[in-house]
């Protein structure tokens, strides 16, 4: 009868090591890469004009659909952070194109200015796109006394680094005289420029 030898059995030194390899190379595969560096803070700021459309009409006022065509101006401090969503401030400018309210409530050229504080969100959807969006309250401070809620969101392309085309949606609602509201949607084209604030 064959008989086995003592130790025949036991595994050899290099199948550990190979076996210990094998879940090393496991455990780090399957580890968390190293989050990237967060997103600097950047200054963005846009200019556009805007051509609204009034969802309602007030005949007393002698309102026509649509609204004065306006430029618009938004300058804004988006914060640093991690991943493609940040947060931001920003203060919106507006001022009328043209003429509203026939012989009623006449409304001049360039009569009537809007101030809008505003929270922004930013996205960079790719390295050529970003989105901006924003909830602001726009308050006339010059040519009536009205103040709203106005929410938008716009795509810019980057022609340059800090530059480029932007287009914008928006829908907002003003408090009027005699208690009446007036809801309202826009379009806005223009350009805009980003600027990152390096450490």
Same mark, same amino acid.
């Given at each position: 009868m064959r008989t086995r030898r003592h130790g025949a059995h036991r595994p050899a030194a290099p199948a550990?090591?190979?076996? @210990?390899? @094998?879940? /090393? $190379? $496991?455990l780090a595969w399957g580890a968390p890469a190293r989050a990237d560096a967060? /997103?600097?803070a950047s200054y963005v700021g846009t200019l556009t004009v805007g051509a609204p459309l009034r969802l309602t009409t007030n005949v007393?006022?002698?309102q026509s659909a649509l609204a004065p065509i306006y430029a618009d101006l938004l300058a804004g401090y988006v914060l640093s952070g991690d991943g493609p969503w940040r947060h931001g401030i920003g203060l919106g400018l507006s001022l009328n194109l043209s003429e509203d309210g026939g012989f009623t409530e006449p409304v001049g050229i360039a009569k009537q200015l809007t *101030?809008? =504080?505003?929270? @922004?969100?930013h996205w960079n959807a790719s390295p050529t796109w970003l989105m901006l969006g924003h909830v602001g309250l726009p308050v006339l401070v010059a040519g009536g006394s009205s103040a709203g &809620?106005? *929410?938008?969101?716009?795509?810019?392309?980057?022609? &340059?680094?800090?530059?480029g085309v932007y287009?914008?949606?928006?829908?907002?609602?003003?408090?009027?005289?005699?208690? $009446?509201?007036? =809801?309202v949607v826009a379009l806005e084209l223009g350009v805009f420029l980003e600027h990152e604030v390096l450490p």
């Open positions: 550990w090591s190979a076996l @210990l390899a @094998l879940l /090393a $190379t $496991t967060p /997103a600097p007393d006022f002698d *101030v809008m =504080p505003s929270y @922004l969100l &809620l106005d *929410v938008g969101a716009g795509f810019g392309y980057r022609l &340059l680094a800090g530059f287009g914008e949606a928006s829908a907002s609602v003003f408090m009027g005289a005699q208690s $009446t509201v007036h =809801p």
